[in-house]
């Protein structure tokens, strides 16, 4: 399983990729092809500030709709619109083009996120 190093995780399953005071969020490979393929994508929180733990949007599969959880507090400024006509991009590349949100965080990176080593353990990869 793919899990690159320089990201954070939670135990929900969201990706946090931090520069230069913006989070690109997303979810990971485990939580895509546990959903499977995914259809929809719907994030209507942009130009909001979300706090940590709270729903900022939610992703529809096949078979299931998952909520999807914001691992740190921050505003919300901006979604990707590709996913808008191409939700699968989240199955195709789940740490690149599939990311879902891009967050300018109010306050230093939670303590809870994982490394991705502490993220293999969580799954059992």
Avoid: C
Avoid at 47 to 68: P, R
Wanted: aromatic fraction near 8%.
């Amino acid at each position: 399983m793919n899990l690159p190093e320089e990201l954070k995780y939670t135990k929900d399953h969201e990706w946090v990729r931090l520069e230069n005071g913006i989070a690109t969020i997303g979810i990971t490979e485990f939580a895509q092809r546990e959903l499977g393929d995914i259809v929809y994508v719907e994030v209507e929180t942009v130009g909001e500030t979300i706090e940590a733990g709270e729903v900022f949007g939610t992703v529809e599969a096949v078979k299931t709709v998952s909520d999807l959880f914001m691992p740190l507090e921050g505003e919300i400024i901006e979604f990707n619109e590709e996913l808008e006509s191409s939700p699968e991009l989240v199955n195709d590349s789940p740490y690149g083009d599939g990311w879902m949100i891009k967050v300018k965080i109010s306050t230093d990176l939670p303590e809870d996120l994982l490394s991705a080593e502490e993220y293999a353990e969580l799954i059992g990869a």
